[in-house]
C-alpha cells in the first residue's frame, strides 16, 4: 500500500457520506427537537425524496413579523397578510439555479396565488422544519415537490373552507384563483380571508387535493427571477457582501500543497503591520472539507488583511503533504492503457473479448480529461460571529442544513450553538456543497472578538477546490458485419485518496450507458493514489464520462459506415426504463427532436460539421447537436448548439431554458481551454489568466427545446452538460475527420 | 494613511484612515457599504467590479483610490435614473431575465453602461468589443447580448 494512502488527508470519507446523501435527497442533520411557538401546524408526512417519510411539523418560526395576529400562516412555507400580500419563503440555497423563483412558484401555482401579488423571502435554515435545505445533484425540484405542493394546497383549502363558511355555501361550489376565492361572481380575496381561516384547524396535508397539470394557470410560463431587481441595482445579496457593525476582515492562508501543517510563520511581524488585528496558527483538524492547519489574519480592512498576507512567510511541514504530479500521472496512465483490463472489474457482461475478436469492424481509443476547477465567481468567503453563545454564520453554501453538523464536527460546538443565515451564492457548480470555507471562518471566529469576514483570493480559490478528477479511458468497441454495436470495453483509470474507492467523480456505475445497450460489455477499473481534494462538479461524472463513451460511439459508428443518429436509436433499442433510470423511449424521443431541429442531413459548408450526442443524468434526457467550423489552422467555432432536453413538466421556463445556455457554456468554456495542472501538490494556474473561462465573443447560439413527457418534474441545472463536449467532438470529426481523445482541445492544437 | 475625498453616485463622500493604495473596490466596499461592486480576480481580468470613472469603465480592484480624488466614479449603486425609475439596461436584465447567479451582472451593467453612451446602436461585434473584459462563469451571454440591444432600442425609442 502506496504510503500516500495513510496519510490524515479524508477529504473523500466525508465527501462520500455527503455524496450519496445528496444522491438520496435525505438530510443528513437529526431531527433533534425544536419548540415550535405557533399555534398552527401542519404536519406532513411521506416527503418526496427516497421514500423518506419524516414527520415534519411545519410551524410558522419564520420571522418576528410572523406572529402578527391579522396574518394567515398555515406552515413555514408561507403568510398571507389581511392586506393581501402573500410572503412565499424560499427554504433552498440560490445559487444562481433559480430555485428562489421555482421553489415560490410551485406554493403558488397549488395556492392560486396572482404571483404580483407574492413577495418572496429566504427561509432561516431549520431542517427539522423545511427538510431538505440543500442544492445538489439537480435534485432541489424532485425532492421538493410534493413538500411545496401540499403547503400552497393546504394553505388553499383552509381559505376556500373559510369563504364557504361566510358564505354558506358547500366548498364544492367554491373554486379558487387570482388570490381569491370565487362563488358564481362574487369572491372573497385571500387577504379578506386570512383572519378567518387562521381560526380553523389545518388539514391533514395527504387529504388535500393536487392539481392536474392541465389546471395549471403559473407553472411552465417564463419568469423573470424574483431577486432579479435587488441584483442589476447592487443590493447587498451575496455572502461576501453581508456587513455587521465592527465587522473585521480575515484572510487565511493554508499550504499549497494540501495535507502541509504550519512548521512556524512570522506572526510578531505579522501582527504589527497597518490594519491587522491578529494573526494566529489554527491548527486544524486535517480534513480538507473542515479546517486545514493554516495561518489567520484579522485587519481593519480587506485590502489590509490581503497586503499582510503578502509579507506573511510560513515554513510548512510538507512531510504528509500532496506530492501529487499530474506529469507523472498521466505518464503512468498511458503505460496502465496498455493492458486491456484494470485491476478491478466493475461489471462484465456477455463475452467481450470473444466479441471483439470475432467483430467485423474494431475501434481502440485512448481518452484524457484534465482536472477541473469549479471557479464560482463569487471566491469563497463566509461571515461568522461568536456572541451571546452562539456562532452564527452568513454563508454562501449549497448545503446550508448540512452545513450545521459540518461546522459542528469541525468546531468542537452542538448544533444548538450553531446558526447559519443563508446567503445568495455567486455560483456553486458544485463547489459550496462543501463548507470548508465556513469551517475557518468559525474557527478564526472562535479566536477573535467580533464579527469577521473571511475572505479568500481568486489565487486561493484555484489552490484550494475539490477539483473535477481528471481520468483516462482505454477503450475498445467493436461492430457486426451489419453495422451493429457488439462489444465494448472501458479499462477506466481515475484515482484514489483512502487507498479503497474512487475519488468523488472518479467512479463508473455498473448501470453507465452503454452497459445495458451492448451484449458484450467489460468495465474494469485501475485507481491510481491521489491526495489532491476531488469533488462533485456540475454533472458529477457525468461531465467527464460522456464526453468519453459518446466519442467512441460516434468512433463506432463512423467505422461502421453508419449515420450516427441511425446507429444511436439503434443502441437505445426498443422503448424500456433500464434500471438505473435510462428510459430508452425518453431518450429516442429527444434525439428524433434534436436532429430534427438542428437540421440533421443538410449539407454543410466544407469546413463544416454537425455533431450529435446523448446522455442522461440527474433524471434527466438531454440530446444534443452542435454545429462547428474549423479552419485550417484548427480554429474553431462554436455556431450553433440546439439543445432538447426531457425533465417532465417545466416549472419555470425562463428559468429552464437559462440553465441550459449555462450548461452548454459552461460545458464548452470547459472543453475548450480548462485544465488544472499539478506539481510537487501545487495546482499550477493561478488565475483566470492562466484558467480561460469563456468570454461573450465565443459564445454560439444555443437553442433549447423541452420535451414536457408527464413525468415527474425532475432538475435542470446539470444535465444539459454533459452532451455538450462529445456534441462538438463528434462535429470536429464531421468537419475535418479528426477526432479529438484529449480534452482540453487546446491539448491537440485546437484555438477559437 | 489618509483621508481622502471621493465623489461616487453624484455624492461627495470621506474616506478617513485609508492607505492611499488601495484599490477602489475596497474602500467602496469596506468604507462606504457601496457592496454591489463585486470581487473576482484582483487582478482585472474577470470585470466583476467594474465601474465608471468619468463615464470610463475600470477595474476598480487594480485601481487604487488615491488617483481618483475629483472625478465622478459611478457604481451599480448609482445607476437607476431614481428610487422608481431603472436604467434601460437594468430594466432590460430584469425583462431577459439575464441573471443565474448574479454576481458578475454589476460588472456587466457597468460596462454596458459605457458601451450605449459611446455607441447607442450597437452590433454584436460592438457588444462582443466592449463586454469582452467581463467574465460570467454561469455562461448567460446570450442573454446579455439580446439584453444590451433592447436596451438600446429603447433608448432610441426615447430620444426620438
Known amino acids: ?752 | 494613511m489618509a483621508i481622502l475625498n471621493l465623489r461616487v453616485n453624484g455624492k461627495e463622500r470621506t474616506v478617513e484612515d485609508v492607505d492611499p493604495a488601495t484599490p477602489l473596490l475596497w474602500v467602496l466596499r469596506d468604507s462606504l457599504n457601496l457592496v454591489g461592486t463585486k470581487f473576482g480576480c484582483g487582478m482585472a481580468v474577470c470585470g466583476a467590479c467594474t465601474v465608471l470613472v468619468d463615464g470610463e469603465p475600470i477595474r476598480a480592484c487594480s485601481t487604487p483610490v488615491a488617483g481618483l480624488a475629483g472625478k465622478n466614479i459611478t457604481t451599480i449603486e448609482g445607476l437607476a435614473r431614481s428610487e422608481k425609475e431603472l436604467h434601460p439596461l437594468q430594466q432590460a436584465w430584469i425583462d431577459h431575465d439575464v441573471p443565474q447567479c448574479g454576481y458578475c451582472q454589476a460588472g456587466q451593467l457597468m460596462s454596458a453602461t459605457a458601451l450605449l453612451a459611446r455607441t447607442p446602436k450597437p452590433t454584436d461585434e460592438d457588444i462582443d468589443a466592449a463586454m469582452a473584459g467581463n467574465l460570467c462563469r454561469c455562461g448567460t451571454y446570450q442573454r446579455i447580448r439580446a439584453a444590451i440591444h433592447t436596451a438600446a432600442g429603447r433608448l432610441a425609442k426615447g430620444k426620438a
Open chain 1, 1 to 752: 500500500m502506496n504510503a500516500q494512502w495513510t496519510a490524515a488527508v479524508t477529504a473523500d470519507e466525508s465527501l462520500r457520506a455527503l455524496m450519496s446523501e445528496v444522491e438520496a435527497g435525505a438530510p443528513a442533520l437529526p431531527m433533534h427537537a425544536v419548540k415550535l411557538d405557533r399555534r398552527s401546524f401542519l404536519k406532513l408526512t411521506g416527503m418526496a425524496g427516497g421514500g423518506l417519510t419524516l414527520g415534519f411539523v411545519l410551524g410558522g418560526q419564520t420571522s418576528e413579523a410572523a406572529n402578527a395576529p391579522s396574518d394567515f400562516a398555515p406552515n413555514a412555507f408561507l403568510r398571507i397578510s389581511s392586506k393581501g400580500s402573500i410572503l412565499i419563503y424560499n427554504k433552498g440555497p440560490e445559487i444562481g439555479q433559480g430555485i428562489k423563483t421555482a421553489f415560490p412558484l410551485i406554493i403558488a401555482e397549488e395556492l392560486d396565488a396572482l404571483w404580483t401579488d407574492v413577495v418572496v423571502e429566504q427561509a432561516p435554515v431549520n431542517p427539522t422544519v423545511y427538510g431538505n435545505q440543500s442544492a445538489g445533484g439537480s435534485r432541489s425540484i424532485p425532492s421538493s415537490w410534493d413538500q411545496l405542493r401540499k403547503a400552497g394546497a393546504v394553505a388553499r383549502a383552509m381559505l376556500v373552507s373559510a369563504a364557504a363558511a361566510s358564505w354558506k355555501v358547500p366548498v364544492a361550489e367554491c373554486t379558487t384563483r387570482d388570490s381569491a376565492v370565487w362563488n358564481g361572481k362574487r369572491k372573497l380575496t385571500y387577504g379578506a380571508l386570512a383572519v378567518k381561516a387562521s381560526a380553523l384547524p389545518v388539514p391533514d396535508a395527504a387529504t388535500v387535493r393536487l392539481k392536474e397539470r392541465s389546471e395549471y394557470r403559473l407553472l411552465g410560463k417564463a419568469y423573470t427571477g424574483v431577486e432579479n431587481r435587488k441584483v442589476v441595482t447592487g443590493a447587498p445579496l451575496f455572502g461576501i457582501d453581508q456587513q455587521l457593525p465592527g465587522l473585521k476582515f480575515a484572510v487565511y492562508e493554508k499550504c499549497p500543497a494540501t495535507g502541509g501543517k504550519v512548521r512556524s510563520a512570522n506572526l510578531e511581524e505579522i501582527k504589527r503591520l497597518p490594519g491587522v488585528r491578529d494573526a494566529f496558527v489554527i491548527e486544524g483538524n486535517g480534513k480538507p472539507t473542515e479546517v486545514m492547519a493554516g495561518v489567520a489574519i484579522v485587519a481593519d480592512s480587506t485590502w489590509a488583511a490581503f497586503e499582510a498576507r503578502k509579507k506573511l512567510r510560513v515554513e510548512w511541514d510538507e512531510s504528509t503533504a500532496s506530492k501529487d504530479s499530474w506529469t507523472a500521472i498521466t505518464k503512468r496512465a498511458a503505460e496502465l492503457a496498455k493492458q486491456p483490463a484494470g485491476e478491478t472489474t466493475t461489471i462484465s457482461v456477455g463475452a467481450t473479448a470473444d466479441a471483439l475478436k470475432g467483430a467485423a469492424k474494431t475501434v481502440e481509443g485512448f481518452y484524457t480529461y484534465p482536472f477541473v476547477s469549479h471557479s464560482p465567481l463569487e471566491p469563497q468567503n463566509c461571515t461568522a460571529w461568536n456572541h451571546e453563545g452562539i456562532l452564527e454564520f452568513w454563508s454562501p453554501t449549497q448545503t446550508a442544513d448540512r452545513s450545521l453538523k459540518t461546522l459542528s464536527d469541525a468546531l468542537g460546538l452542538p448544533v444548538e450553538k450553531i446558526k447559519v443565515n443563508q446567503t445568495r451564492v455567486g455560483g456553486g457548480f458544485g463547489r459550496r456543497l462543501m463548507n470548508d470555507y465556513a469551517c475557518e471562518a468559525g474557527a478564526i471566529a472562535q479566536r477573535f472578538a467580533g464579527p469577521v469576514k473571511l475572505m479568500w483570493t481568486r489565487e486561493q480559490d484555484l489552490a484550494h477546490d475539490f477539483y473535477r478528477p481528471g481520468g483516462f479511458h482505454s477503450l475498445a468497441g467493436g461492430v457486426d458485419a451489419q453495422g451493429k454495436l457488439v462489444a465494448w470495453r472501458n479499462h477506466f483509470i481515475s484515482f484514489t485518496t483512502d487507498g479503497k474507492n474512487p475519488v468523488s467523480g472518479g467512479n463508473l456505475p455498473d448501470q453507465e450507458f452503454p452497459a445495458q445497450n451492448v451484449p458484450n460489455y467489460q468495465l474494469t477499473q485501475t485507481l491510481l493514489p491521489l491526495l489532491t481534494p476531488c469533488g462533485p462538479w456540475r454533472a458529477p461524472r457525468s461531465c467527464s464520462v460522456a464526453w468519453v463513451i459518446q466519442s467512441f460511439l460516434h468512433e463506432l459508428s463512423a467505422a461502421a459506415g453508419r449515420d450516427h443518429r441511425d446507429f444511436l436509436l439503434e443502441v437505445m433499442g426498443a422503448p424500456r426504463l433500464l434500471p438505473g433510470g435510462l428510459n430508452t423511449g425518453r431518450a429516442a424521443d429527444v434525439i428524433k427532436l434534436v436532429t430534427e431541429k438542428a437540421g440533421w442531413g443538410q449539407k454543410l459548408p466544407a469546413g463544416h460539421g454537425l455533431g450529435l450526442a446523448f446522455h442522461f443524468s440527474h433524471a434527466g434526457h438531454f440530446a444534443e447537436v452542435a454545429e462547428v467550423s474549423v479552419d485550417a489552422n484548427k480554429r474553431i467555432r462554436l455556431h450553433r448548439m440546439v439543445v432538447v432536453g426531457d425533465i417532465g413538466p417545466i416549472v419555470n421556463m425562463s428559468g429552464a431554458n437559462n440553465q441550459c445556455e449555462g450548461g452548454v457554456i459552461d460545458g464548452y468554456s470547459t472543453m475548450l481551454g480548462l485544465e488544472i495542472t499539478m506539481e510537487n501538490g501545487r495546482v499550477e494556474q493561478s488565475n483566470f489568466h492562466q484558467y480561460p473561462i469563456l468570454r461573450i465573443a465565443d459564445q454560439p447560439k444555443v437553442e433549447v427545446h423541452f420535451i414536457q413527457s408527464d413525468n415527474p418534474p425532475t432538475g435542470v441545472g446539470e444535465p444539459a452538460l454533459p452532451p455538450v463536449a462529445p456534441a462538438i467532438c463528434n462535429a470536429i470529426y464531421a468537419a475535418i475527420g479528426h477526432r479529438v481523445r484529449t480534452l482540453p482541445l487546446t491539448k491537440e492544437g485546437f484555438s477559437v
